[in-house]
């Protein structure tokens, strides 16, 4: 497995490469992500894996800085997955515009509406920041197949649009969401969660679930299913973001007449903000 540091030495590498499976990570790797690495591995012998913490997807308020990298424990999580090449630029490497303090010069990609919905509601500017950063990855890597996990649902939504509207020979791969056993959604930032949040924070993951379940069972309600599910988070603890249920097609909220569904929530427990998602057809 080969760690690389800059744009030219992984261009140099990849040049006679024709199938590359690509996998973008922000680092502290957990089963997840290697999940993700099995998937790419099936579909390619050249596995990409990248390693890069973007300052362009976090506000000014979130925690970029605290951010966990543990580079030296994922590389070697990657290298006994398999992985080929490991790609992980500094900054300034990423972003030539910049200047040791900011990213004001930076063009950034306009992501579709759909992006100051959810998650983008409450971070503004979150999805052109991934999907900037994902662009420039895909221009640096040329990969033929790139490997997404379901947790981050609207983001892998709004990529597979990128693709789409910009034409990019690239085959996006959506990997379902690894759980730990109490059906926690694995996230590197369950790292912040103490003892006791982490036992009672599979309680996300437990709403969402009585919301599919209650749809299963006839209550077309969404409205409704959708404020009980934030009450019920709120009053155990939670401060939620939102609870929504969607089309899984097109991620506007669902009609009646919708039956590939999903339905999503964000909630922040003490300092963490974690997210979910099931979907389900009915």
Request: aromatic share 6%; charged share 15%; proline share 5%.
């Amino acid at each position: 497995m080969q760690v690389i540091k800059t744009i030219d030495e992984l261009r140099s590498v990849l040049k006679n490469q024709s199938n590359i499976a690509f996998v973008p990570t922000m680092g502290n790797l957990h089963a997840g992500h290697i999940q993700l690495v099995e998937v790419a591995k099936q579909q390619a012998e050249c596995v990409v894996v990248s390693i890069f913490v973007n300052p362009l997807q976090f506000g000014p308020t979130e925690d970029l800085a605290s951010y966990p990298r543990t580079l030296e424990a994922d590389c070697e999580k990657l290298k006994a997955a398999g992985a080929s090449i490991v790609f992980t630029p500094s900054v300034e490497e990423m972003y030539a515009e910049f200047d040791g303090n900011n990213l004001n010069q930076t063009m950034t990609i306009t992501p579709p509406p759909i992006a100051n919905e959810l998650c983008g509601a409450t971070r503004p500017g979150h999805f052109a920041g991934v999907a900037t950063v994902v662009m420039k990855l895909f221009n640096m890597v040329q990969p033929s197949i790139a490997v997404f996990g379901q947790k981050d649902f609207q983001q892998l939504f709004i990529i597979k649009q990128m693709v789409r509207q910009f034409n990019l020979p690239i085959n996006i791969i959506g990997v379902d969401t690894v759980r730990e056993p109490s059906g926690l959604a694995m996230s590197s930032r369950n790292g912040y969660l103490s003892n006791e949040q982490r036992a009672v924070a599979s309680q996300l993951n437990s709403a969402l679930k009585d919301i599919v379940q209650s749809v299963k069972s006839g209550n077309k309600d969404y409205s409704q299913l959708e404020k009980n599910a934030k009450s019920i988070l709120n009053s155990q603890g939670w401060l939620a973001d939102y609870v929504s249920i969607r089309s899984s097609l097109t991620l506007q909220p669902a009609s009646s007449t919708d039956n590939d569904l999903v339905v999503l929530g964000a909630a922040k427990l003490g300092n963490t903000r974690l997210i979910d998602n099931l979907t389900f057809n009915i």
